[in-house]
């Protein structure tokens, strides 16, 4: 399979992966959370790393680099979507309270204070409204940035070879 397809393949399913998270918003009405947003925005790096690799024509250095920013972009949404699970897997005694919403805090406080108390969070981000066998959607995030995030290393990888 030539790694250009790979690359393409894996960009659709996080178009398709953000496709679908818009549907559950905006036909089923299940609002994101600010750590929800911030794996949307971590999806949107992803693919914009799989669909740049799969448009360059390059070399060994070429793919080192995509493998590079691929890691990174899946280490990055894995390492929030992480955070979610834990904050869903916490005791009900030990949620932190609901804070105020993302777009208050991004016009009323700093980017470093508002980032700071996101990954606090808040316990609307505990509460688990959507389920897949048995997995809640940040777990099921976490599962595809962990795959694709290896799978576009690796090929990306071999490519450089």
């Known amino acids: 399979m030539s790694i250009r397809w790979v690359n393409f393949a894996a960009f659709g399913i996080c178009a398709a992966l953000l496709g679908y998270a818009y549907y559950l918003q ?8 600010p750590l929800c947003i911030f794996q949307r925005i971590a999806v949107i790096a992803l693919g914009a790393c799989f669909l740049l690799a799969g448009l360059y024509v390059g070399g060994r250095t070429a793919g080192r680099v995509f493998a590079g920013l691929i890691a990174v972009a899946a280490g990055a949404g894995a390492a929030i979507a992480g955070r979610h699970v834990w904050l869903q897997s916490l005791p009900p005694d030990q949620i932190p309270e609901c804070g105020p919403g993302l777009d208050f805090m991004l016009r009323t406080l700093p ?3 508002t980032l700071s108390k996101v990954f606090t969070a808040s316990g609307e981000c505990a509460h688990i409204n959507w389920g897949f066998l048995g997995l809640s959607m940040p777990a099921w995030v976490l599962v595809w940035f962990v795959g694709l995030g290896i799978a576009g290393s690796v090929y990306n990888w071999r490519r450089a070879q």
């Open 26 to 33: 905006f036909y089923e009405y299940l609002d994101p959370c």
């Open 111 to 113: 980017l470093s204070e």
